[in-house]
């Protein structure tokens, strides 16, 4: 459950770093919304993918911070970066 979680993540991620890195600026600098219209589709895909692993994950596998904790991290730019060092570490884990 670790990797699709950590793999979702990084896909999470980077979806918001190239919503706001790339198809923003093409579309108010170049004129071309097409850009943002299929980023942000994609990036609201895979971020409900990661709420929604999250979710399921809690109770299996992590305790609750670990849900509070990714919520608050997929909100925030590179958030899910920094949430799977903590997941790999072992904090979250059900003891």
């Known amino acids: 459950m670790k990797q699709i979680?950590?793999?979702v993540g990084y896909l999470e991620g980077f979806s918001f770093l190239i919503?706001?890195?790339?198809?923003m600026?093409?579309?108010?600098?170049?004129?071309?919304?097409?850009?943002?219209?299929?980023m942000g589709?994609?990036?609201g895909f895979l971020f409900?993918?990661?709420?929604?692993l999250l979710v399921f994950g809690v109770r299996r596998h992590w305790n609750m911070?670990?849900?509070i904790h990714g919520c608050i991290a997929s909100v925030v730019p590179t958030g899910p970066f920094l949430f799977e060092g903590m997941l790999i570490s072992g904090?979250?884990?059900?003891?």
């Open 91 to 95: 904090e979250y884990d059900l003891e």
């Open 19 to 23: 919503l706001m890195g790339f198809a």
């Open 5 to 7: 979680l950590s793999l």
């Open 65 to 67: 911070t670990a849900l």
């Open 48 to 52: 409900l993918a990661y709420i929604g």
């Open 25 to 38: 600026p093409m579309k108010y600098i170049a004129g071309d919304p097409s850009w943002v219209s299929l």
């Open 41 to 43: 589709a994609l990036h």
